[in-house]
Nanobody
Framework: QVQLVESGGGLVQPGGSLRLSCSAS????????IGWFRQAPGKEREGVSC????????WYRDSVKGRFTISRDNASNTEYLQMNNLKPEDTAVYYC?????????????????????????WGQGTQVTVSS
């Protein structure tokens, strides 16, 4: 079965850390670029981070820069989002999505295409709640 599965979410206090995983089954991630998104209640889904497969460049939304780190382990077919110094405003369902990013297209613009239907796969989401 071809799918993406997120894991690692949970309840954490402000200032805490979580590491989200996005694991692929039925296909290999080495041909895809993964984007991380999140959606808070009553809000639109927004891009969080992206790691380009072709050139290793990354993108983070401004509010998570310096706190979140995206990485990939090709051996385990998994991509990670390390989230440190979490804030209540980070509370959301986090999703990963896979797509084939054209060379020369920035991660930021690729994230937009994923949101607009360009993703080949979406995960089911994992809840992250930051609360004291």
């Amino acid at each position: 079965q071809v799918q993406l599965v997120e894991s690692g979410g949970g309840l954490v206090q402000p200032g805490g850390s979580l590491r989200l995983s996005c694991s692929a089954s039925g296909f290999t991630l080495d041909r895809y670029t993964i984007g991380w998104f999140r959606q808070a209640p009553g809000k639109e889904r927004e891009g969080v981070s992206c790691l380009s497969r072709s050139d290793g460049s990354s993108w983070y939304r401004d509010s998570v820069k310096g706190r979140f780190t995206i990485s990939r382990d090709n051996a385990s077919n998994t991509e990670y989002l390390q989230m440190n110094n979490l804030k209540p405003e980070d509370t959301a369902v986090y999703y990963c999505a896979a797509g084939k990013k054209p060379r020369g297209l920035s991660c930021y613009h690729f994230m937009i295409t994923l949101l607009k239907g360009g993703a080949t796969h979406w995960g089911q989401g994992t809840q992250v709640t930051v609360s004291s």
